[in-house]
């Protein structure tokens, strides 16, 4: 599947005006789509962020990193 994050910002509210996206094909499974939101939060500033994790069925977890 083909997936596209767009991140908007105000100038007011952000101190920088613009857009920032971030587009991928062939997201497959939930390890690319965790690595894909994972992307997109480094993209849109969120420079912090190490890894993004999905909480699944039975308990077992799923992260963004390797």
Known sequence: ?????RFYMDK??????????IQRDEVDNLHDLLHLYHDACLAAGFT?????GAHKEG????????
Not at 1 to 5: G, L, N
């Open 1 to 5: 599947m083909q997936v596209e994050i």
């Open 48 to 52: 912090y962020v190490e890894s993004i």
């Open 12 to 21: 007011e509210e952000d101190g920088v005006q613009g857009s920032v996206t």
């Open 59 to 66: 308990g077992e977890c799923s992260w963004s990193s390797f």
